[in-house]
T-cell receptor
Framework: QQQVKQSPQSLIVQKGGIPIINCAYE??????FPWYQQFPGKGPALLIA?????SEKKEGRFTISFNKSAKQFSLHIMDSQPGDSATYFC???????????FGTGTRLTIIP | KAGVTQTPRYLIKTRGQQVTLSCSPI?????VSWYQQTPGQGLQFLFE???????NKGNFPGRFSGRQFSNSRSEMNVSTLELGDSALYLC??????????????FGPGTRLTVL
């Protein structure tokens, strides 16, 4: 019940396309859902986060869509660029608790 | 503001030894969490410290321990190292405002190799 399931494991998209990464959770006590981007040799960098009281949040080219009834959330990257090639992780936490439960990651490749 | 810093960046140890890793959070952040990242298990939560107290602990053996100092800097220690402890150890800090989990910012990690 503590898991966060992430798909796909890897994704190849042409420059300018819109990669979509999906995550699903079981525990309805989760109330904070961040997305992280990680480049090789670096720590994860916070991209964008959402709470269950909104269905969508945009920050620059990154959008989170949140479906509370389906217990799913997804990351969309608009106008994707080769520099967006990285591993993306979804995560979840609950009740003001700093413990993040991470998805398994998606390796995204944007081809020119 | 300076980001989260971790030292050392790389460590090589042998089985049975112990190791101490250090983390300096973003200025003003009071919560420090530690994560282990491996190709097989992904990112797993170790523990979290707030105001020098451990608030949360993940599912790791007692060989993994940590502490936090009054200036919010944190250390984690792994005793009796095993080959499976080879991993990237990540520290994250947050302000942890009241009413909800705060945004967590990660450091670059310490790459531990156990031979």
């Amino acid at each position: 019940q503590q898991q966060v399931k992430q798909s796909p494991q890897s994704l190849i998209v042409q420059k300018g396309g819109i990669p979509i990464i999906n995550c699903a959770y079981e525990n309805t006590a989760f109330d904070y859902f961040p997305w992280y981007q990680q480049f090789p040799g670096k720590g994860p960098a916070l991209l964008i986060a959402i709470r269950p009281d909104v269905s969508e949040k945009k920050e620059g080219r990154f959008t989170i869509s949140f479906n509370k009834s389906a217990k799913q959330f997804s990351l969309h990257i608009m106008d994707s660029q080769p520099g967006d090639s990285a591993t993306y992780f979804c995560a979840a936490s609950m009740g003001g608790n700093e413990k993040l439960t991470f998805g398994t990651g998606t390796r995204l490749t944007i081809i020119p | 503001k300076a980001g989260v810093t971790q030292t050392p960046r790389y460590l090589i140890k042998t089985r049975g030894q112990q190791v101490t890793l250090s983390c300096s959070p973003i200025s003003g952040h009071r919560s420090v969490s530690w994560y282990q990242q491996t190709p097989g298990q992904g990112l797993q939560f170790l523990f979290e410290y707030f105001s020098e107290t451990q608030r949360n602990k993940g599912n790791f053996p007692g060989r993994f321990s940590g502490r936090q100092f009054s200036n919010s800097r944190s250390e984690m220690n792994v005793s009796t190292l095993e080959l499976g402890d080879s991993a990237l150890y990540l520290c994250a800090s947050s302000f942890n405002r009241a009413g909800g989990a705060g945004a967590q910012y990660f450091g670059p990690g310490t790459r531990l190799t156990v031979l």
